[in-house]
């Protein structure tokens, strides 16, 4: 099982990533994970190189999930994927999924991969998510017709997990 994930910010990809890991036995990748160091006190941008080194041994396993709103680099994870699943989903919903998660980490109840900011927040509402539905979503539906036979576009994750259960893929 080689499955594709995208979608903006606070439309669930990590969760159902999470989910179908944990039910499937597939491992697990987040994109974000491979464009960024986090072994550090502070974060930063690995090179591209060891960027995209990371996403080939990933893509030489036999099954795997990877998730991520990233789409510019990264097509061999298109093309070898059994199923893209693209996110659409209600624009409110990720807004206040992203809000929802900036508190709950500042308060200590939820874990990120990084340290959650005001401006963070700011970036993730007005700008990622906005330029998403804007100009993201356009691009990746184009970028993605050639899959279109494997392609599944949900509005949510339960809808994604029913099809999975179904075999409707």
């Known amino acids: ?31 974000d994970n491979l464009v960024w160091n986090r072994t550090e006190e502070e974060q930063h941008r690995n090179p591209v190189e060891v960027r995209d080194a990371l996403l080939m041994d990933i ?19 298109f093309r070898q994927a059994d199923i893209i699943v693209i996110i659409k989903p209600n624009k409110l919903a ?22 959650q900011t005001l401006h963070n927040l700011y970036t993730m509402l007005f700008v990622w998510n906005k330029g998403y539905f804007a100009k993201s979503l356009p691009a990746i539906m184009k970028l993605t017709d050639e ?8 509005a ?11 075999r409707a893929l």
């Open 94 to 115: 990720t807004q206040f999924r992203v809000v929802r998660r900036f508190v709950r980490t500042r308060l200590g109840i939820e874990s990120a991969n990084y340290k």
């Open 147 to 154: 899959y279109e036979r494997k392609r599944v576009i949900i």
């Open 59 to 77: 893509l030489q396993q036999d099954s795997w999930l990877i998730e991520g709103v990233h789409y510019k680099w990264g097509m061999d994870s």
């Open 1 to 31: 099982m080689k499955i594709r994930i995208i979608g903006p910010c606070g439309s669930g990809k990590t969760y159902i990533a999470k989910e179908l890991s944990r039910k499937y036995s597939v491992p697990y990748y987040e994109l």
């Open 156 to 166: 949510n994750n339960r809808e994604l997990l029913n099809r999975i259960e179904r």
